[in-house]
């Protein structure tokens, strides 16, 4: 996805219709829908994996991401301020906090 490979799309659905029921399959798939311009089909494969993790701050600030680029900022704000109270570390922390102080 990072390299612009057409194939992501087709590996990542590939490999979510093997594992449906993967939170990681599905955020990867889900977030290579939004970033392909397939935001309804990636905004609820993204509201899947955070129902299968709930506890991923991760694919839930991927989730956050993907309503702040619809234009949903109240449903992302929601997200990004529950996921960056405390100190919790997680990968997308720094950029959730950018994205918070930017709305």
Do not use: C
Request: glycine share 4%; no cysteine; charged share 25%.
């Amino acid at each position: 996805m990072k390299l612009n490979d057409p194939q992501a799309i087709k590996i990542a659905k590939i490999a979510y219709k093997k594992q449906p029921d993967s939170a990681n399959i599905a955020d990867t798939y889900g977030t290579i829908l939004v970033w392909n311009n397939q935001m309804d089909k990636g905004l609820q494969l993204l509201k899947q994996s955070v129902k299968l993790d709930p506890n991923n701050k991760n694919t839930q600030f991927h989730l956050a991401k993907a309503y702040y680029l619809q234009g949903s900022i109240d449903e992302s704000l929601v997200i990004l301020k529950k996921i960056t109270q405390g100190k919790d570390s997680f990968v997308e922390r720094t950029a959730a906090v950018k994205l918070v102080q930017q709305l």
